[in-house]
Protein backbone atom coordinates (compact mmCIF):
# COMPACT_ATOMS: atom_id res chain seq x y z
CA UNK A 1 0.00 0.00 0.00
CA UNK A 2 1.51 3.62 -0.84
CA UNK A 3 2.13 5.70 1.98
CA UNK A 4 0.69 8.74 1.92
CA UNK A 5 3.47 11.68 1.54
CA UNK A 6 2.58 14.76 3.48
CA UNK A 7 4.19 17.87 2.74
CA UNK A 8 6.13 18.19 6.50
CA UNK A 9 7.51 14.64 5.26
CA UNK A 10 9.31 16.86 2.25
CA UNK A 11 9.99 19.54 5.04
CA UNK A 12 7.51 21.56 2.88
CA UNK A 13 6.15 24.30 5.16
CA UNK A 14 2.94 25.32 4.44
CA UNK A 15 1.96 29.09 5.70
CA UNK A 16 -0.50 31.82 4.32
CA UNK A 17 1.72 34.02 2.07
CA UNK A 18 4.38 31.59 1.17
CA UNK A 19 4.60 31.41 -2.22
CA UNK A 20 7.66 29.23 -1.89
CA UNK A 21 6.24 27.02 -0.30
CA UNK A 22 3.05 26.50 -2.05
CA UNK A 23 5.29 25.97 -5.20
CA UNK A 24 7.30 23.33 -3.77
CA UNK A 25 4.20 21.84 -2.85
CA UNK A 26 2.59 21.74 -5.86
CA UNK A 27 5.66 20.60 -7.63
CA UNK A 28 5.55 17.01 -4.55
CA UNK A 29 1.99 16.69 -5.81
CA UNK A 30 2.52 16.64 -9.28
CA UNK A 31 5.19 14.20 -9.23
CA UNK A 32 2.96 11.79 -6.66
CA UNK A 33 -0.31 12.35 -9.15
CA UNK A 34 1.06 9.62 -11.46
CA UNK A 35 1.28 6.76 -11.24
CA UNK A 36 4.33 5.74 -9.53
CA UNK A 37 5.31 4.58 -5.77
CA UNK A 38 5.00 7.54 -3.49
CA UNK A 39 8.30 7.50 -2.05
CA UNK A 40 9.75 7.27 -5.66
CA UNK A 41 7.64 10.67 -6.08
CA UNK A 42 9.07 12.06 -2.74
CA UNK A 43 12.43 11.33 -3.69
CA UNK A 44 12.36 12.51 -7.34
CA UNK A 45 10.81 16.00 -5.34
CA UNK A 46 13.71 16.01 -3.03
CA UNK A 47 16.20 15.52 -5.92
CA UNK A 48 14.37 18.28 -7.93
CA UNK A 49 14.04 20.79 -5.18
CA UNK A 50 16.22 19.98 -2.48
CA UNK A 51 19.69 18.21 -4.01
CA UNK A 52 19.40 20.44 -7.18
CA UNK A 53 17.97 23.67 -6.08
CA UNK A 54 15.26 23.81 -8.83
CA UNK A 55 12.58 24.62 -6.03
CA UNK A 56 10.91 27.55 -8.09
CA UNK A 57 8.86 28.21 -10.91
CA UNK A 58 11.64 30.10 -12.88
CA UNK A 59 14.37 27.92 -11.69
CA UNK A 60 12.76 24.93 -12.59
CA UNK A 61 12.08 26.43 -16.19
CA UNK A 62 15.91 27.41 -16.76
CA UNK A 63 16.75 24.01 -16.55
CA UNK A 64 17.26 22.01 -19.69
CA UNK A 65 15.00 19.09 -21.01
CA UNK A 66 18.07 16.35 -20.43
CA UNK A 67 18.72 18.32 -17.20
CA UNK A 68 15.56 17.13 -15.53
CA UNK A 69 15.26 13.54 -17.17
CA UNK A 70 18.62 13.14 -15.51
CA UNK A 71 16.89 14.31 -12.38
CA UNK A 72 13.83 12.43 -12.21
CA UNK A 73 16.21 9.43 -13.23
CA UNK A 74 18.31 9.93 -10.59
CA UNK A 75 15.61 9.45 -8.01
CA UNK A 76 14.41 6.36 -10.14
CA UNK A 77 10.97 7.94 -11.69
CA UNK A 78 12.16 6.61 -15.00
CA UNK A 79 8.23 5.21 -16.07
CA UNK A 80 7.36 8.92 -17.33
CA UNK A 81 11.14 10.86 -17.02
CA UNK A 82 10.43 11.82 -20.69
CA UNK A 83 6.87 13.65 -20.67
CA UNK A 84 7.17 14.46 -16.84
CA UNK A 85 10.18 16.46 -17.74
CA UNK A 86 8.16 18.06 -20.73
CA UNK A 87 4.99 18.69 -18.39
CA UNK A 88 7.25 20.11 -15.26
CA UNK A 89 8.42 22.66 -17.93
CA UNK A 90 5.81 23.71 -19.63
CA UNK A 91 3.72 23.94 -15.64
CA UNK A 92 6.60 26.59 -14.97
CA UNK A 93 6.64 28.05 -17.85
CA UNK A 94 2.92 28.93 -17.93
CA UNK A 95 2.81 29.53 -14.08
CA UNK A 96 5.54 32.48 -14.56
CA UNK A 97 3.85 33.47 -17.65
CA UNK A 98 0.41 33.65 -16.54
CA UNK A 99 0.78 34.31 -12.76
CA UNK A 100 4.41 35.83 -12.61
CA UNK A 101 5.52 32.23 -10.95
CA UNK A 102 3.19 32.66 -7.87
CA UNK A 103 0.47 29.85 -7.01
CA UNK A 104 -0.92 32.90 -4.52
CA UNK A 105 -1.67 34.82 -7.77
CA UNK A 106 -4.02 31.87 -9.16
CA UNK A 107 -5.60 32.18 -5.97
CA UNK A 108 -6.25 35.71 -6.48
CA UNK A 109 -7.36 35.15 -9.86
CA UNK A 110 -9.92 32.33 -9.31
CA UNK A 111 -13.30 32.92 -7.25
CA UNK A 112 -13.51 30.30 -5.26
CA UNK A 113 -11.86 26.78 -4.60
CA UNK A 114 -13.95 24.96 -7.71
CA UNK A 115 -12.58 27.82 -9.56
CA UNK A 116 -9.19 27.60 -8.68
CA UNK A 117 -9.23 23.38 -8.95
CA UNK A 118 -10.16 23.98 -12.30
CA UNK A 119 -7.07 26.27 -12.86
CA UNK A 120 -4.94 24.12 -11.74
CA UNK A 121 -6.23 21.01 -13.57
CA UNK A 122 -5.88 22.82 -16.87
CA UNK A 123 -2.16 22.58 -16.48
CA UNK A 124 -0.98 19.83 -19.03
CA UNK A 125 -0.34 16.72 -16.77
CA UNK A 126 -2.37 17.96 -13.67
CA UNK A 127 -5.54 16.00 -13.77
CA UNK A 128 -8.42 15.18 -10.42
CA UNK A 129 -5.82 12.95 -8.56
CA UNK A 130 -2.43 15.78 -8.57
CA UNK A 131 -5.22 18.55 -7.49
CA UNK A 132 -6.60 16.18 -4.60
CA UNK A 133 -3.28 15.53 -3.07
CA UNK A 134 -2.77 19.54 -3.59
CA UNK A 135 -5.33 20.45 -2.07
CA UNK A 136 -5.58 18.16 0.77
CA UNK A 137 -2.99 20.26 2.56
CA UNK A 138 -2.49 23.33 0.64
CA UNK A 139 -7.17 24.38 1.53
CA UNK A 140 -5.82 25.49 4.82
CA UNK A 141 -3.22 27.96 3.67
CA UNK A 142 -5.14 29.27 0.66
CA UNK A 143 -8.11 32.15 0.88
CA UNK A 144 -10.34 30.66 -1.29
Known amino acids: MNKTISAEDLNIQLKHNDDAALFKWLLA ?9 AEIAAEAYRVIAD ?12 CSHL ?20 RLHA ?4 LNDEYAGKVSHMVEASADR ?12 IG ?3 VEIFMREASAVISL
Open 128 to 130: PKT
Open 29 to 37: SFLMGKRIQ
Open 114 to 125: QAFEKRLAEFDG
Open 91 to 94: LARR
Open 67 to 86: ELVAMLGEAHYVRYDETTAV
Open 51 to 62: KHGRDTPRKLAA
